[in-house]
């Protein structure tokens, strides 16, 4: 069993922990909300001090972290991560960023002989407390082969999508088509209901039809229409608005990077950035509120 340092417990970071804990892994852990610390420590793991104690030692670095600004405040600059993590270490940081932020970093890695990998996920809280995760890497073949036993602990579904930077823009575009499905089941719910439907009927048919996805089947937004989704419980916990307005801001900027037209991608944003002003904090499955006034 390796000892792994990992750095950011959140809704995602702090079930991924627990996660290789289980699996047998030593983990040394860092975040700045004392109540995640709390909890890794209760289920087994060393809390330190601060990131650069968290990687004394360790085999393997994982990072899941807010934005692009918090990866390389952290990895990068004279007393970033990266001047103290061992030469020939993994790292793999599974947060949401910018690709050409994932770059930056895994140049400055291969610069000092340190394996990176950007792997962000898809799956949600729950996929997260489950260990059902969807990984999208980016990396080598040879560090890809090195992460995979440790991923496979924390995620079902483990896809190699190319170089660094390359896993960023499979979530990207992944979150992207995730917010435009979303906020068209949303609305096509409220119209057959605003006409007279039973939500559940509805669903139920178009689940079943050519208007079948994942939000319609899996992550109904429609209050009463699905358990154990957030939309059952006051759209809490789950995937936050905010996060996925960020995400969209992420597949904005790649587009213009490379000039390719998002035009389903900017109404999404748009959309979410107006939802926001008053449900930042509510999943993002509560876009639905923009089509009902409630």
């Not at 080598?140 to 440790?150: N, T, V, W």
Request: aromatic share 6%; net charge negative.
């Amino acid at each position: 069993m390796a000892t792994i340092a990992f750095i950011g417990l959140g809704h995602m970071g702090g079930p991924m922990a627990l996660n290789l804990i289980k699996a047998g892994h030593a983990l040394r852990v860092f975040d700045l909300a004392p109540a995640a610390l709390e909890a890794a420590k209760t289920a087994g793991a060393q809390v330190a001090a601060n990131p650069a104690e968290a990687v004394q030692g360790a085999e393997v670095v994982i990072t899941m972290l807010p934005a692009s600004r918090h990866v390389e405040g952290v990895y990068l600059g004279d007393s970033g991560l990266l001047t103290h993590i061992a030469q020939g270490t993994l790292v793999i940081d599974s947060s949401t960023i910018a690709p050409a932020t994932s770059r930056k970093v895994g140049e400055a890695a291969r610069a000092r002989d340190i394996a990176f990998i950007d792997a962000p996920v898809s799956g949600g809280t729950a996929g997260a407390a489950a260990g059902t995760l969807s990984f999208m890497v980016g990396g080598s073949a040879e560090h890809f082969a090195r992460a995979q036993p440790y991923l496979e602990k924390m995620g079902k579904n483990i896809f190699h999508c190319g170089d660094v930077g390359a896993g960023q823009v499979v979530k990207i575009a992944n979150n992207m088509l995730l917010a435009i499905h979303m906020a068209g089941t949303a609305e096509a719910i409220a119209l057959g209901v605003a006409n007279g439907l039973d939500p559940k009927v509805l669903s139920d048919v178009m689940s079943k039809s050519s208007g079948r996805n994942w939000s319609l089947e899996l992550y109904n937004p429609w209050p009463g229409v699905m358990d154990n989704v957030p939309a059952s419980r006051a759209y809490e916990g789950g995937f936050g608005s905010a996060l996925m307005l960020k995400d969209l801001g992420l597949a904005t900027e790649a587009a213009l990077a490379s000039g390719s037209p998002i035009p389903l991608g900017e109404l999404a944003r748009n959309l979410y950035s107006m939802h926001c002003q008053d449900h930042a904090g509510l999943d993002f499955s509560s876009i639905v509120k923009m089509y009902t006034q409630g």
